[in-house]
Each structure stands twice: as C-alpha cells, then as structure tokens.
C-alpha cells in the first residue's frame, strides 16, 4: 500500500518525538485521521470534548514535560475553535503545534463551505510559522520547520492541510531548483552570558544591601540554583504564578506569590528592596515591583524581547536561567550582614499566621473557600501535580497552597482564561499518569466548559496507573472574581445581570458518568472529605459550597480602592448584609491607622 501525505506526517511527527495529539476529529482532517488508525498506536489520539480543550491540553502538555504538545482539528469551525488555547501557549512561551485541516485546494476562493483564511486567522498567534500546503513533496519540510521553529523559538506554529491533498500519494522533494530538502533534529543550546556581563550582573548584586528575587516559569528548571543565589546574598524570593512551582514554600525566605493575587511579604519584599534580581518572569504589574529608580535591577530570560519590559534593568542577560545563575554563583560574595534577611522570615511567619485565621474564620453562609485549599496544603502529595483555573479560586491557589519540593503546578497565566484547569489537569494525567492530579475550579469556569471535559476524564481514567484526578469546585454562584473588582476597582455594586449564575449540582452529574462526587457545605468536613479524595480508587469531584462574599483581598489595599468599595455600599450591593459583615472591617481597615489583621 502507498503511503499517503497523511501516513508520512504522523511518521514525521513520530520520528519527531510525537507519541500523543490531543484534538477533534471531522471531514476536513480525516486524512490525517486515517492515517493515526493505520498508525496501530504509534502516536496516541485524546479526543477532548471541544477543540479548544484539545488546544489546551497541548499547551498544558507542553508545560508539564517540556516537549511539542500537538493539536489536531478540523477545516472551519475546528481550526478556529482552536484559538483560545493556543494562545494560552503563545502567551506562556510554550512549544505547541496545530494542525488544521482545509478545504480542498480546487474549491478554496469559492466562499465554500467551511472555507477560511486560515493562515490570515493563524497568523498572530503562529506568527512564528504558519504555513498552508499545496503539494505532496512540501509535507516533509513544512512539518521540519514547524516542529524546529516550536521547540527553538517556544512559540506556536501551524500546519494547514486541504482535505484533498491528505489522501495523496506522498512524494518526496526531487533533487532540482525549487525544492527544499529538510531533516529531523534539534537540541536546545547552552545559553549563557559573557564573563563581562556577568560580571558586570555581580557587581550590582554585590553591592545590595537589600536583595529581592522574582522568579517565574523559566526559573522552573533552576530551584537549586536560585536557592543558592538566595542564600548567598541573603535574598528574599516572590514568586510569579507561573513559576510558583520554582521553591518549595517551607523555606523561610519564600514569600509566596506576587501581584493582585500574592502576599504582604511580597509586597513589602519589592517595595523596601534596594537591589531586584528577575529570573525567567514575564510578570506584568509594574506596580508591585519597586518603585522606578528605588532599586537597582538585573534581569535573566532566555528571550531578549522579555528584558527590561517590568522594569528598568541595569544589566539584562540573556540565557537559560540554571546555566547562568551556575555561572553567576561563584562571582557573588556572601552577605554578612543578615538583618534583611531576618525581617523577611519575621513576615513570613506572621503571614502563615494570618492565612491561617483568615482561613479558619467561619463565612456567613456555607464554607470559607480560603479554607478549601487551606486544609488541602498539608495533605497535598509531594508529586502532585495542581491546577489553578481564573477567577476567585486562583487566590486561594496563590496563597494558600504550600508547593513541596517536587509538586508541579501551572495555571493559564499570561492570557489568564477561563476553563483551562480541567484540561490542563487532563493533560498533566496522560503526561504523567503515575502521579496524582488536582484541579481547582470556579463555579463559573465549570459551565463555560470544564463540566463537559469530565466525560473525558470518564472515558480515559481506568489507562491511568494511579486513578487519582481529584476536581474541586467552589460553587458560589457567583462569577466572583469579576463581582470583587466591580466593587474595588470601579466602585460598583454587584451587578446581578452579569454576576450571578445559577447552581448546579456538580458532584451529583460525576456521579452519573462514573465518577465519585462529594459535596461539603460545612467548613469542619472539608478536611476528612481531602483525605478520602486523596484515597479515592476513581477520579473525584469535590463540590464546595462557598461563601461569595470572602473577599479575595489584594497585599496592599490603595485609599482608592478603600472609597470605591465604600462607594459600592451607600449605592446598595444586593450582598451588602454579608458583605459588611465579612469584608468592611478588613477592606476598610486595611488603610486605617491601628489596623490589626494577624
């Protein structure tokens, strides 16, 4: 039998590394789909639920492993339902590679069914490549430079195939004028700067009296490194949501996370610092960094566009985050003088305190949702890996959750969508299949288009060697992220229209398809509920009821803020019982003199 132009890209992509795609199928990429059958397994298919799940299970797959995560859709609606998640990837400067399929090449200009510009329509997010085939002899260096041009440049790229072509005898590029002639292969480099920036990177360093270290996503791969850096120049860590998984937070010089989402000690590490260090962080609130000309700055990326974009660095030096910081280490010279390191442990265990009484605070109504994830911190495996989606729970996730040495974690940061813990939680699964897996999920997230991506965790999870994929639903019925800064930041009272979702009864549709459900409205059963998750012989899912009207408090509360919320108040908030009750005192006490939260 021949071999057709789709039986040679799944061996290309094989011969590539490519043992899984995740994706949608329909008649535009049906080729392609016979050929993964004919394949007999040799790349295995994940059929999401929707396409823009399928997008980011490649994105998360690419997060968690390290290697090409690869979708697959159909002509149409198929491609452009891909979009979301792939810009997730673009975003996080991650390897992910779409193929779409196209209508046949005879009918394309004919305003045909199902006919769009792809490449126009992939060009901003695959900017780096995107590329339609016409004939059979281009598959082979299209699907080279595809995947190339992905993993060396971290980005996204796209394949368009007409569904004609799919089915076409493959011939390879002949040896004249006119053809291209590719390979398989590539090694990502050693990247480090030269002696005399690093050496120019110490001096700045060295003469801190008051070091702040940030770290993000590319300081993932570098904990022992940044470790020792902090300890040598007895520097305080933030981390970024992205590279929350960096440290683990049971050292006494991490102060969790940083922004709208992060902590006091974060907060106060950047404002009182004299000397900043960011490594691998695109972290984009400019306002919770030092004040411009307060520090002095040193920045690594692997990616020059990223320097000096947050904050104005003296030194910027581009290069794998471990590799310089190995280089980096011996050119540091020890801090002597350890009293800034002192004040930043002092912070931290007030900070733990804090949490801890914020969290164990009975809510007015239903359970704390702090304490969800307060009680889910100790009993979190040390390989486990945890999935935040947006919205109010992705507080909970930043601040609560004590990452362990080992533990991986990742959420949708830079474009920061709803609905993509659950898919990426798919993901970390097949990546991963030995380890346990936790997602945490708004009520909002869970109707857009996580509740249907449990059917998926219900076709595949008796493959998985250890069943345990736990999902964690705080129903609140309320898009309450989005109602917080209603009242914060605009000053608003909650605008019921938009805010308010209804209930539905999460645990009990798991049930249905196979899986266990809990469901937990009073706060003291939250713990055993864990446990029993934790020790489940099935995937589980966890409906909380939850209390809305827990603020999801920022570490600095502006006088502005303070007026708007107030604002909201005398203009009637339909929750204004509750809300005084359990946000007023802290909100407005927040930027009043005497004002104890501890």
């Not at 960094?289 to 020059?304: N, S, W």
């Not at 005398?570 to 809300?579: A, K, L, R, T, Y």
Request: hydrophobic share 40%.
């Amino acid at each position: 039998m021949s071999t057709t132009v789709g039986d040679f890209l799944v061996d290309r992509l094989y011969a590539w590394g490519v043992r899984r795609i995740f994706g949608y199928p329909g008649d535009g990429i049906n080729g392609v789909f016979g050929a993964l059958n004919r394949a007999n397994g040799k790349i295995e298919f994940i059929q999401a639920r929707h396409e823009e799940m399928a997008a980011f299970m490649a994105s998360a797959h690419a997060k968690f492993t390290g290697e090409l995560g690869v979708c697959i859709a159909t002509s149409g609606p198929g491609a452009s339902h891909l979009l979301t998640g792939l810009y997730d990837a673009r975003l996080d400067h991650v390897p992910v590679l779409a193929i779409a399929g196209q209508q046949a090449r005879a009918a394309l200009g004919g305003h045909y069914q199902q006919e769009l510009d792809l490449s126009a329509m992939f060009k901003d997010v695959a900017g780096a490549f995107v590329q339609q085939a016409s004939v059979p002899s281009q598959i082979r260096h299209l699907v080279d430079r595809a995947v190339r041009t992905a993993l060396g440049e971290r980005r996204v790229t796209a394949l368009i195939l007409p569904n004609d072509l799919q089915d076409m005898d493959y011939e390879p590029p002949g040896r004249k004028h006119g053809t291209v002639h590719s390979g398989v292969g590539y090694n990502a480099p050693k990247i480090v700067p030269y002696a005399d920036d690093l050496q120019r990177a110490a001096d700045v360093l060295n003469a801190g009296k008051k070091v702040a270290i940030l770290v993000g996503a590319g300081a993932l791969q570098a904990t022992d490194e940044v470790i020792a850096v902090a300890e040598k120049l007895g520097a305080g860590v933030a981390k970024a949501l992205l590279g929350k998984a960096a440290l683990p937070d049971d050292l006494p010089f991490v102060t969790g996370s940083i922004g709208l989402l992060g902590t006091e000690p974060s907060y106060k590490l950047m404002t009182g610092c004299d000397t900043l260090l960011m490594i691998g962080s695109g972290f984009p609130y400019s306002e919770f960094l030092p004040k411009e000309g307060a520090a002095r700055g040193v920045q690594i990326d692997i990616k020059a566009d990223m320097l000096s974009i947050r904050y104005p660095m003296e030194v910027n030096l581009v290069g794998d985050s471990a590799e310089t910081l190995r280089a980096l280490l011996p050119l540091l010279e020890e801090k002597t003088g350890r009293g800034w390191r002192k004040d930043i442990e002092g912070w931290m265990e007030d900070w733990w305190k804090k949490l801890e009484k914020r969290a164990l605070e009975p809510a007015q109504s239903g359970v704390n949702p702090q304490r969800t994830v307060w009680e889910l911190s100790p009993r979190v495996p040390s390989n486990a890996i945890v999935t935040s989606d947006s919205g109010s729970c992705a507080n909970w996730y930043a601040r609560d959750l004590k990452v362990k040495r080992g533990m991986m974690c990742s959420l949708s940061g830079g474009l920061a969508s709803m609905g993509a813990a659950v898919p990426y939680a798919i993901a970390a699964k097949f990546a991963h299949p030995g380890r346990p897996v936790i997602a945490l999920v708004g009520d909002g997230a869970m109707q857009m288009s996580n509740m249907a991506e449990l059917i998926t965790v219900s076709k595949y999870w008796k493959q998985w060697s250890d069943p345990r994929w736990i999902c964690m639903v705080l129903n609140n019925e309320d898009l309450n992220q989005v109602t917080w800064e209603q009242r914060v930041m605009n000053g608003d009272p909650k605008f019921e229209a938009s805010q308010q979702i209804p209930s539905v009864p999460y645990h009990r549709f798991a049930e249905l398809i196979g899986l266990r459900g809990f469901y937990v409205d009073d706060a003291e059963r939250m713990a055993a509920v864990w446990d029993e998750a934790l020790a489940s012989d099935r995937p589980v899912v966890i409906e909380v009821k939850t209390d809305p009207n827990v603020p999801p408090l920022p570490p600095h509360f502006t006088l502005q803020q303070a007026r708007a919320f107030a604002t909201t108040l005398f203009e009637g908030d339909p929750d204004q019982g509750n809300v005084i009750v359990d946000t007023a005192k802290q909100v407005l006490g927040a930027v009043l003199p005497g004002h104890k939260d501890k």
